[in-house]
Each structure stands twice: as structure tokens, then as C-alpha cells.
């Protein structure tokens, strides 16, 4: 049996699909009542994944007794209560910086776009 693990928020696909492969996902977002959800499978999950800008609720974390990590997509600035987590000993990982270079690689490429007006010239081009 797959451990279980609640999905706050849409993530990348991709990454959805890699983490369907290894565990039995709830998806939290897709359901009508959240509430009863979580009532529902409380006592299954084991983890929980969101994002930096979604957090997760101090009262979903303490309604899930077993617990063990919060899988934070970004930096969780005050969107997770990091006190409270550690005194259930639950982990809260992010990702910090993981996107920079590609934000960086992306604005100079925007820039050099700007300055060549490429952008005018593949739209005569593309339609």
C-alpha cells in the first residue's frame, strides 16, 4: 500500500505525475468540501505538498496527526507556521533559489529580444 500524502494546490504536472507514481495523492483543490475531506483521510496523511505563495493553514497541519513533512515548492515566507511544525516534529522542506538562474537566464534573453526587436520581426513572420 502507497503511503498517502494530500496535494494542496496544482503543482507542474510533471511533478504530479512523478509523485501519482509513489504515493496515493488526494488532491485538495479538486474536491467540494475540503473540510470533510480532510476529516476523511486525516489519520492517513503522512505528508503534505504545497507552494511558498499557499502554505498550509496552522489548522489543516494540526488536523493531520501523523504528519511527518510539508514539501514546500518556494519558500514558504510565513506561509507555514514554522513553530508549530517543529513542535509536532514535522520537516518543512522548500526550495530555495531553485528557479533563479532560469529567471535571470529568461530576463537577459527578454532583454536581448527588447534591444534586437526580435519580437516584431517573428510576428510579421509568424502571422
Known amino acids: 500500500?502507497?503511503?498517502?500524502?494530500?496535494?494542496?494546490v496544482p503543482i507542474y504536472a510533471p511533478t504530479l505525475a512523478?509523485?501519482?507514481?509513489?504515493?496515493?495523492?488526494?488532491?485538495l483543490w479538486t474536491v467540494r468540501d475540503p473540510d470533510a475531506f480532510v476529516n476523511e483521510i486525516s489519520g492517513r496523511v503522512r505528508a503534505v505538498v504545497t507552494t511558498g505563495s499557499s502554505g498550509i493553514e496552522s489548522r489543516l497541519l494540526e488536523a493531520l496527526p501523523h504528519l511527518e513533512v510539508i514539501g514546500c515548492f518556494g519558500t514558504p515566507h510565513g506561509a507555514v507556521d514554522l513553530a508549530l511544525a517543529k513542535r509536532r516534529g514535522v520537516a518543512v522542506t522548500n526550495t530555495p533559489d531553485s528557479i533563479t538562474g532560469d529567471v535571470a537566464d529568461l530576463a537577459m534573453g527578454m532583454i536581448v529580444a527588447v534591444m534586437r526587436r526580435s519580437r516584431r520581426g517573428a510576428g510579421r513572420v509568424l502571422g
Open 18 to 27: 512523478a509523485l501519482e507514481r509513489e504515493y496515493a495523492v488526494h488532491k
Open 1 to 8: 500500500m502507497k503511503p498517502e500524502i494530500l496535494v494542496l
